[in-house]
Nanobody
Framework: QVQLVESGGGLVQPGGSLRLSCAAS????????MGWYRKAPGEERELVAT???????SYADSVKGRFTISRDNAKNTMYLQMNSLKPEDTAVYSC???????????????WGQGTQVTVSS
């Protein structure tokens, strides 16, 4: 069982920055890809960014050039540096991780509970 805990959310003014963290704990064998998602009220959940175990990244067009995803494999932690924040970035941000357990045929995707990010003046 793997637990994911997000932190770093909060209230920030437009143009400000926040850094989110997603820490994995529990019985960890190997974490493959990880990702950040967000869900605003009344909207569908949106993929924000992903990162593979080797560090390859991808971003939603809406955050390219403003957000940076990274991870520290030794700490089983992923980060999302968010700069030049806009009101439309307001959402609950959640992380997920694709975990490989050698005792199972399939990998399993775990999710965190989410952290609120509010961009408002």
């Amino acid at each position: 069982q793997v637990q994911l805990v997000e932190s770093g959310g909060g209230l920030v003014q437009p143009g400000g920055s926040l850094r989110l963290s997603c820490a994995a704990s529990g019985v960890i064998f190997r974490i493959n890809a990880m990702g950040w998602y967000r869900k605003a009220p009344g909207e569908e959940r949106e993929l924000v960014a992903t990162i593979t175990s080797s560090g390859s990244t991808s971003y939603a067009d809406s955050v390219k050039g403003r957000f940076t995803i990274s991870r520290d494999n030794a700490k089983n932690t992923m980060y999302l540096q968010m700069n030049s924040l806009k009101p439309e970035d307001t959402a609950v941000y959640s992380c997920n991780a694709d975990h490989f357990d050698p005792r199972s045929v399939w990998t399993h995707v775990y999710w965190g509970q989410g952290t609120q990010v509010t961009v408002s003046s």
